[in-house]
């Protein structure tokens, strides 16, 4: 089994930065791809960032150019960087991972508040 444990989040003012770390711990040893998901009041869990083995990433419309994903194979961890925030950027931030066979893996989220 993979445990996730995401951390980073906070309150933060627009236009500020903020970077969420998600460590993955036991059996890493076959992850096929990691990500970034949140969800806003009301609304569904949506995509934001996702990076596969080789490093190939994956970015929502609504994030590219502001919020970077990268990887740290050595620390099993996936970071996501971000810039520029807004306020629409509200949400419970959840790390996910996938593994060489299908399986799905979540963190238990990280929460992310964006307001002056």
């Known amino acids: 089994q993979v445990q996730l444990v995401e951390s980073g989040g906070g309150l933060v003012q627009p236009g500020g930065s903020l970077r969420l770390s998600c460590v993955a711990s036991g059996s890493t040893g076959n992850v096929y791809s990691m990500g970034w998901y949140r969800q806003a009041p009301g609304k569904q869990r949506e995509l934001v960032a996702r990076?596969?083995?080789?490093?190939?990433?994956l970015y929502a419309d609504s994030v590219k150019g502001r919020l970077t994903i990268s990887r740290d194979n050595a620390k099993n961890t996936v970071y996501l960087q971000m810039n520029s925030l807004k306020f629409e950027d509200t949400a419970v931030y959840y790390c996910?991972?996938?593994?060489?066979?299908?399986?799905?893996?979540w963190g238990q989220g990280t929460q992310v508040t964006v307001s002056s």
């Open positions: 996910n991972l996938i593994t060489g066979t299908g399986g799905s893996r």
């Open positions: 990076i596969v083995g080789g490093g190939s990433t």
